[in-house]
């Protein structure tokens, strides 16, 4: 008997484990980008009458370089991180 496989919004499947390599990078650029961006702009230009539209004008720029930039640096953070934290503590 095999195991209904996971379902997301509706009965749209779940991707499998392999694409959370892509997609966690693409969720974290996205709202890194977003945040930053937003409160850049604030500082820079308060709230003015286009804000928004400057806003997401901003946002999809630097999402646009800010994913491939996860991509790439995640491996040497990773690594980074593994020479402070034991990534691989003992099994009790």
Do not use: H, Y
């Not at 999809?60 to 402070?84: D, G, H, I």
């Amino acid at each position: 008997m095999t195991r209904p496989r996971a379902t997301m919004i509706g009965n749209i499947p779940k991707l499998p484990p392999r694409a959370a390599l892509w997609v966690m990078p693409l969720f974290l650029s996205c709202l890194m980008s977003g945040i930053v961006s937003l409160v850049n702009m604030f500082k820079n230009v308060g709230w003015v009458e286009n804000f928004i539209q400057m806003w997401v004008s901003a946002w999809m720029l630097s999402w646009a370089v800010a994913f491939p930039v996860v991509l790439l640096v995640l491996p040497l953070v990773r690594r980074l991180t593994a020479v402070f934290v034991d990534v691989n503590p003992p099994q009790s």
